[in-house]
């Protein structure tokens, strides 16, 4: 070896071409590198993992309660229109105004602007079906129902 000639005071089996592909830090200024634990890191993604999917079936679940609730209010929008179109109608009802339907001792249906509380002294043999008012579209919106006739 000749006097001019450098060399290096690293051996070469310790150093690589690539530093920035090892596993562990390489010099005294490199970022600290820790071994991670692999079973902490899969535990937090399945607890993560197990939250969302939680979230997200717990917001299809409210979704199918209102649409069930929907569908029954639909069911008893039919049932009662049923009812009405069956029934003893005196009058023409108006649209936006509010009816009373009642059920009479022979299974017949009465539609009337008479109210529940508003008889007065008349005693009448109607049982009280539901509180409805006429929508644009011909249909009943239900304001109040007995829950035995529907």
Known sequence: MAKNEYRN????DKITENPHSLE??????????KP??????KG????A????TDMQ????????QLLAEQAKKLQDRKKIS???????MRFEPLINHIYHLYNKEN???LLSMIGPNQWGRTKNNYNFVATIRLLADHTWDIIEKNDAFI
């Open 9 to 12: 005071p690293i051996d070469p």
């Open 24 to 33: 562990y830090p390489h010099h005294a200024g490199s970022a600290l590198v």
């Open 36 to 41: 991670e634990d692999k079973g902490k890191i």
């Open 44 to 47: 937090r993604a399945l607890s």
């Open 49 to 52: 993992m197990e939250q969302q």
């Open 57 to 64: 079936l717990n917001q299809i679940y409210e979704q199918m």
């Open 82 to 88: 049923e009812f009405i179109y069956q029934s003893e």
């Open 107 to 109: 299974e017949h249906y």
